[in-house]
């Protein structure tokens, strides 16, 4: 296999990699606002879990070409998209809201109570 | 909701040929170059805009032409046939300090010869346009019947 093939072609384990999506994150004072590119995921290929401070998204990809009919030229991988962010306890896994459109997820991320921003009265 | 137009513009495009000519008559350099590209470009360009990634499949009956383009709605993409090559455009509204802004994105796409242009198709789902070009009639392998005497 020529150097330029197996670039292109995965070998069988290669086929189980997985691959890191584009990201931005912002934050405000009440919340994390997430924006995942999911590129071919549609809603029951995507899950979302939170598991003990990790917040694990996964998307597979649908296949969107007729099975038989072999590739030219490939610049996309057939991969599934895995991202994983770290929090700890300063936000509220319970109350996270998300919206996959045109193969875009937004997480909206609240802030737990102890987090956000208090103005203190003056005495 | 229509996405091909079909235009006899007097002059090639103004989008460069992203593949440099014609697929398959690439050299190993040309292929060393593109890799690279397309590794060090890639996806990452997609909020300042340029180009996306694109996938190209054959079989008997069409040709398929597939772009990443997440978070495009689909009035903000065009696509039409430019010389024999397929011309993807398409601009997607980014949050900047200023405000909304438009960034945009194009692609032109060289295509096998025997490529329809009259009867092509585009739909966008999930963020991937998928245009399909059916293959020419006459470029379809013919079954020739043999009579033995």
């Known amino acids: ?123 | 909701m229509r996405y091909i137009q079909l235009t006899n513009p007097e002059t090639r495009s103004l989008v460069p040929a992203a593949l440099g000519g014609r697929l398959g008559e690439m050299g190993l350099e040309d292929q060393i170059d593109w890799l690279f590209g397309t590794a060090l470009s890639g996806f990452a360009g997609l909020s300042r805009g340029g180009q996306f990634p694109v996938d190209l499949y054959q079989d008997k009956d069409n040709t398929y032409v597939r772009a990443e383009l997440p978070g495009v709605t689909p009035d903000a993409i065009s696509a039409e046939m430019v010389n024999g090559s397929l011309s993807i455009q398409a601009s997607r509204k980014v949050k900047s300090p200023e405000g909304e802004e438009n960034v945009w994105f194009s692609r032109l796409v060289s295509l096998p010869d025997d490529v329809q242009a009259d009867k092509v198709t585009a739909a966008y789902e999930n963020g991937i346009l998928t245009v399909t070009l059916p293959v020419k009639e006459e470029a379809k392998p013919k079954k020739i019947s043999i009579t033995v005497n």
Do not use: C
Request: cysteine-free; aromatic content about 4%; hydrophobic content about 35%.
């Open chain 1, 1 to 123: 296999m020529s150097l330029i093939s197996s670039l292109i072609h995965p070998t069988e384990a290669e086929q189980h990699a997985t691959q890191r999506p584009r990201y931005e994150v912002e934050e405000t004072d009440l919340a994390f606002g997430l924006t995942v590119f999911l590129p071919g995921v549609a809603k029951s290929g995507l899950e979302i879990t939170d598991d003990g401070g990790e917040l694990h998204i996964k998307g597979r990809r649908a296949p969107g070409i007729p099975e038989a009919a072999p590739a030219l030229h490939r610049e996309s991988s057939d991969a599934p998209y895995e991202l994983v962010f770290s929090h700890d306890s300063t936000v509220d896994t319970g109350k996270i809201v998300a919206e996959l459109k045109d193969g875009v997820l937004r997480l909206s991320v609240p802030k737990a109570e102890s987090a956000k921003p208090r103005k203190i009265a003056i005495n």
